[in-house]
């Protein structure tokens, strides 16, 4: 990167080689995102409430459930990861 004054010159294969980069990046949180979310809908809670009773069965419920709101969050702050790989994509292009 050279700059002159207020104006930035990019070096044209560092900034290839960034957008190569972020383009993996998010291809991987895509991924992971996708795995997260099928994770997440597996532990969506049943209709169990009439048959569950012992508290041994609560308490699994409850730990699914818990779990569930993890994964959710986890989804979430993929989805911020995402949006921000994005935002970084759009100006190292905007940059060209």
Same mark, same amino acid.
């Given at each position: 990167?050279? =700059?002159? #004054?207020?104006?930035?010159?990019?070096d044209p294969a560092?900034?290839? @080689?960034?957008?190569? $980069?972020?383009?993996?990046?998010?291809?991987?949180? #895509? #991924?992971? @995102?996708? !795995?997260? !979310?099928?994770?997440w809908r597996a532990? +969506?809670? +049943?209709?169990? %409430?009439? /048959?569950?009773? /012992? &508290?041994?069965?609560?308490?699994? /419920?409850?730990?699914?459930? $818990?779990?569930? %709101? #993890?994964?959710?969050?986890?989804?979430? %702050?993929? !989805? %911020? +990861? =995402?949006?921000?790989?994005?935002? &970084?994509?759009? +100006? &190292?292009?905007? /940059?060209?």
């Amino acid at each position: 990167m050279i =700059q002159t #004054g207020p104006i930035v010159l990019v070096d044209p294969a560092r900034r290839e @080689r960034r957008l190569a $980069e972020l383009r993996h990046r998010r291809m991987l949180l #895509g #991924g992971l @995102r996708d !795995d997260v !979310d099928l994770a997440w809908r597996a532990l +969506a809670p +049943a209709d169990l %409430d009439g /048959s569950w009773r /012992s &508290a041994a069965q609560r308490g699994y /419920s409850e730990r699914r459930r $818990e779990l569930a %709101d #993890g994964l959710r969050r986890a989804c979430r %702050d993929l !989805d %911020d +990861a =995402q949006t921000a790989v994005e935002a &970084a994509i759009a +100006a &190292a292009t905007a /940059s060209a």
